[in-house]
Each structure stands twice: as structure tokens, then as C-alpha cells.
């Protein structure tokens, strides 16, 4: 499984953005699909995850109401619309795929994609 995320860019604060991550490979319907970011100098974290089977979404505290994870199995995409973006969005996003067969792990990663909010 191979991810490709794309869609960041610099937003002012109160802006909005929607990244986009493609999945090459099979079973993408059956994968829990998540979205992490990395701030700089701060480690990797959590911010949406939606399940393959049933599809139920969960979200980080931080970006609850603000934020919605989709997908659209028929495309093999994820995406993340984010609204009232705050400077503390600022970070490096990431799509992650667990397995076909296991939501316990995330066990492929894309390549990031910047995104940048200005206050």
C-alpha cells in the first residue's frame, strides 16, 4: 500500500483547507484510515481516524468541531477538511492505512504534506 498525501499550503488563521491522501493497493474499503501531524520540535500525533468497516470517525480533542475525516472508497481517498484553522495547526499532516485485516495498527505512512497557518 502505497499513500500520497497532498493538499497543504500556507492558510491564514480562520481559513480553511482540505487535504487529500491516495491509497494505491487493494482492500482500501476495509482499512481504518487516520490522519497524524507533527509540529516542529513536538512529536507525532493523533488528529482523525475513520474505520473501514462501518466507517465511525473519532477525532482529537484539538480538533473536534473544527475538523471532519471522509472517504470515498470508490477513489481510494481519505481526506481531511479542516475550518477555522489556528496557528497551532501548524505541522506536517500524515495520512496513515491499517491493515485489511487488523484496525489495531497503523502500518503504512505517506509522506506528509505542510500545512502552514499565519496568525
Known amino acids: 500500500v502505497q499513500l500520497q498525501a497532498f493538499g497543504g499550503g500556507l492558510v491564514q488563521a480562520g481559513g480553511s483547507l482540505r487535504l487529500s491522501c491516495a491509497a494505491s493497493g487493494r482492500l482500501f474499503s476495509r482499512r481504518t484510515m487516520g490522519w497524524f501531524r507533527q509540529a516542529p520540535g513536538k512529536g507525532r500525533e493523533f488528529v482523525a481516524s475513520?474505520?473501514?468497516?462501518?466507517?465511525?470517525?473519532d477525532y482529537a480533542d484539538s480538533v473536534k468541531d473544527r475538523f471532519t475525516i471522509s472517504r470515498d472508497n470508490a477513489k481510494n481517498t481519505v481526506y481531511l477538511q479542516m475550518n477555522s484553522l489556528k496557528p497551532e495547526d501548524t505541522a506536517v499532516y500524515y495520512c496513515?492505512?491499517?491493515?485489511?485485516?487488523?484496525?489495531?495498527?497503523?502500518?503504512?505512512w505517506g509522506q506528509g504534506t505542510l500545512v502552514t497557518v499565519s496568525s
Open positions: 496513515a492505512a491499517s491493515s485489511a485485516f487488523s484496525a489495531s495498527n497503523y502500518d503504512y
Open positions: 475513520i474505520r473501514g468497516t462501518g466507517g465511525s470517525l
